[in-house]
C-alpha cells in the first residue's frame, strides 16, 4: 500500500502522538501492576518456589 | 426530540485524513481547564467522605475521573464542531482549526469513556463507575446533543453533570450516595448558572451567531441579570449549609458566608450594569470572581475536612 508523503508538520505531529501513546502505555501497565500488588497484598510475594 | 434537527456536520471542516494533530492537540479535546475543576471537586468529595480508600486506588479514581470529564468534553467537540467555528472562543480548537478529524475525535472520545469507566469499575468500585458514566452521558448527550441548542435553560440543567464529580469521589470510598455529597453537588450546581450567565452577557455576540439560545439572547440582558443574582444567592446558601448540617466547623461557615456576600455583591453589580452596555465589566469581573468562589469554598472544605480527620478538631 502507498504511504502519502508526510510534510515535516505532519511526521513531528506523528512523532509527538507516539511519544504520549507509548508514555501513556507503559504509565497504564506500571499502574495495573502496582494495583494487582495493592489488591492481592504482600502475601503474593509468600509463595512457596 | 429536536436532538439533531439544528446539528449541521457538513458546515464542520472536511475530515483530514494525515492528521496535523500532536498530542498537545489531543490533551486540548479534553479540555484541561474544566478537567483540572473537576479533578479538584472530585479530590474534595473523595477526601471528605469519612473512611479509608488506600493512596494509589485515590490516585487512579481521580486519574479516571478526569479522564471520564475529559472523554465528554471531547464528544462534545466532535459534536459541536459545526458552531464551534463560528465563534471566536472556540475557533481555534483542534477540529475547527483542521488539526484533528471529527472522526477521530468521536473514537478517542468513546475509547476513554469505556476505558474510564471500566477502570474505575474494576479498580475502585461500580457505584462510582456507573455515576462516571452517567456524567458523561448527561454531558455529551443531555446537554451538548439535547438542551445546549434547544432551550435558555440549558446550563442549569446541564450544570449537573459537572456537579457530579464531588459525588462520584465520595461514592470511590463509601461506595453509597449520602446527603452530605448531595450538599457538595448543589453548590456547584447553583453556581454554574450565575458562572456562565456571567459569561454568556459578555460572549452574547458570539453565542447569537453561533445560534445557541442562552438566556442574554432568548430573554435578554435584564431577566439575565435578575436570574443572576437569585443563582448568587441560592449559592451563597446553599455555600453554608455544610456548617448548619454540622459536616464542615465554624470557621468554615463564617469563610462561606464571607465568599458568599462578595459573590452577591459582584451579582448587583452585574444588575447594576446598564442594558446595552458594551465594555461589561462588571459581569467579566463577575466571571472571574465566581471562579475564585468555587476554588475557595471546596479548598475550605478540603482544608476543614483533613484537619478534622486528622486533628478531630471541627474548623
Known amino acids: 500500500m502507498n504511504q502519502p508523503d508526510l510534510t515535516d508538520k505532519q511526521k513531528k505531529a506523528r512523532r509527538s502522538r507516539n511519544v504520549a501513546l507509548g508514555i501513556a502505555l507503559a504509565v497504564l501497565a506500571v499502574m495495573f501492576y502496582v494495583v ?14 | 426530540m429536536a436532538m439533531t434537527d439544528e446539528h449541521d456536520a457538513l458546515a464542520a471542516p472536511a475530515s483530514v485524513d494525515v492528521l496535523e494533530g500532536d498530542a498537545g492537540d489531543f490533551f486540548a479535546l479534553l479540555k484541561p481547564r474544566v478537567m483540572s475543576l473537576v479533578v479538584f471537586t472530585a479530590l474534595v468529595g473523595l477526601l471528605m467522605a469519612p473512611g479509608e480508600i488506600h493512596p494509589v486506588l ?40 483542521g488539526r484533528i478529524s471529527a472522526d477521530t475525535t468521536l473514537a478517542f472520545g468513546m475509547f476513554l469513556s469505556v476505558f474510564s469507566v471500566a477502570t474505575l469499575g474494576l479498580l475502585v468500585n461500580w457505584l462510582s463507575a456507573g455515576l462516571l458514566a452517567f456524567t458523561i452521558f448527561f454531558y455529551a448527550v443531555v446537554y451538548t446533543m439535547w438542551l445546549k441548542r434547544s432551550t435558555p ?12 464529580p464531588p459525588i462520584i469521589g465520595w461514592a470511590c470510598v463509601t461506595n453509597s450516595i449520602s446527603i452530605e455529597s448531595i450538599v457538595l453537588f448543589a453548590i456547584i450546581f447553583l453556581w454554574t448558572p450565575a458562572h456562565f450567565w456571567a459569561l454568556a452577557l459578555f460572549k452574547s455576540e458570539d453565542y ?4 445557541i439560545p442562552m438566556l442574554p439572547n432568548v430573554a435578554g440582558e ?27 466547623g465554624t470557621m468554615y461557615g463564617v469563610f462561606a458566608a464571607i465568599l458568599g456576600a462578595v459573590f452577591i455583591w459582584y451579582a448587583v453589580q452585574v444588575w447594576r450594569m446598564p442594558d446595552g452596555d458594551a465594555k461589561m465589566v462588571p459581569a467579566k469581573k463577575m466571571f472571574a470572581y465566581s471562579l475564585v468562589y468555587l476554588f475557595c469554598i471546596f479548598t475550605a472544605l478540603m482544608v476543614g475536612a483533613l484537619v478534622t480527620k486528622f486533628t478531630g478538631i471541627a474548623v
Not at chain 1, 494487582?36 to 518456589?49: L, N, S, V, Y
Not at chain 2, 479516571?64 to 462534545?76: D, E, P, Q, R
Not at chain 2, 459545526?82 to 472556540?90: A, K, Q, V, Y
Request: proline fraction near 4%; include cysteine; hydrophobic fraction near 55%.
Open chain 1, 36 to 49: 494487582t500488588i495493592i489488591k492481592i497484598g504482600p502475601g503474593i510475594f509468600d509463595r512457596a518456589m
Open chain 2, 58 to 97: 485515590g490516585f487512579i479514581a481521580i486519574l479516571s475521573i478526569a479522564v471520564g470529564a475529559g472523554a465528554s468534553g471531547a464528544l462534545n467537540m466532535w459534536y459541536d464542531a459545526d458552531i464551534d467555528i463560528l465563534m471566536g472562543r472556540t475557533a481555534k480548537r483542534p477540529i475547527p482549526a
Open chain 2, 153 to 164: 435553560q440549558n446550563i442549569v440543567i446541564g450544570g449537573a453533570a459537572g456537579a457530579f
Open chain 2, 208 to 211: 447569537g451567531r453561533a445560534g
Open chain 2, 222 to 248: 435584564r431577566t439575565t441579570k435578575h436570574q443572576i443574582v437569585l443563582y448568587a444567592v441560592l449559592t451563597a446558601i446553599c455555600g453554608v449549609v455544610p456548617t448548619i448540617m454540622g459536616f464542615a
